[in-house]
Structures are given as structure tokens and as C-alpha cells.
């Protein structure tokens, strides 16, 4: 999961998280975390909207607002993202070792 360095800013400060600029690219764990924040916080702003959530998360929420207003809702150049996203979930899903991480005991 990668972010603009603008939107990791964004996101980090909205969090209460300080942000090193030497970070921004250092630490792809904080990255992670982050882009998971993000696309939360654009699954709130879309009331619970998980495909116009990854479609902002993909093109921008400005695109995707500028399409929510229009009369006529066109989201066929971003509606492929959520489309892609949903079948790798599916994938990695049925894949053995995550179903085995999924049914793991917790704790330890």
C-alpha cells in the first residue's frame, strides 16, 4: 500500500502521529499502517461506501466527489480499482497459508 507524501502527511497529522520527514519512505511498516488508516478514514467519509472508498483511494476523493455531483454518475474510469482489489482479496483469501493464519489460535 503506498501513499503520496502529501496524503501520508495528511493522514499522519489527522492521526495525532509525528511524522519524521526522513520516515516518509524509510519505514514500510508505518506506510502500511498509514494507507490502512487512510483508506478508513475515506470509508467513514463515503459512509461506509467500501468501493467509493477505494476509488478515492485510488484517484483521489476530489475525482471521485466531482463524479458524486454530477448528474449523471460516470465511474467507469475508477470503477476497475475496487473490481481488482475485491478479486486479490479473494485470491489471498483462499490461499492455504492464510486461511491457516486466519484459524490460528491468538496469544501465546
Known amino acids: 500500500m503506498q501513499l503520496q507524501p502529501v496524503t501520508m502527511r495528511f ?29 478508513a478514514y475515506l470509508q467513514r467519509a463515503y459512509r461506509g461506501d467500501i468501493d467509493l472508498a477505494l476509488m478515492a483511494y485510488n484517484a483521489g476523493p476530489t475525482r471521485v466527489n466531482n463524479i458524486l455531483e454530477q448528474q449523471e454518475r460516470d465511474f467507469s474510469p475508477f470503477d476497475g480499482y475496487p473490481r481488482n482489489v475485491r478479486r486479490r482479496w479473494r485470491i489471498l483469501r483462499a490461499h492455504p497459508a492464510l486461511a491457516r493464519a486466519q484459524t490460528a489460535p491468538q496469544g501465546g
Open 11 to 39: 493522514i499522519a497529522r489527522k492521526e495525532g502521529i509525528a511524522l519524521p520527514p526522513e520516515e516518509i519512505f524509510r519505514d514500510p511498516l508505518l506506510s502500511c499502517r498509514l494507507a490502512v488508516r487512510y483508506l
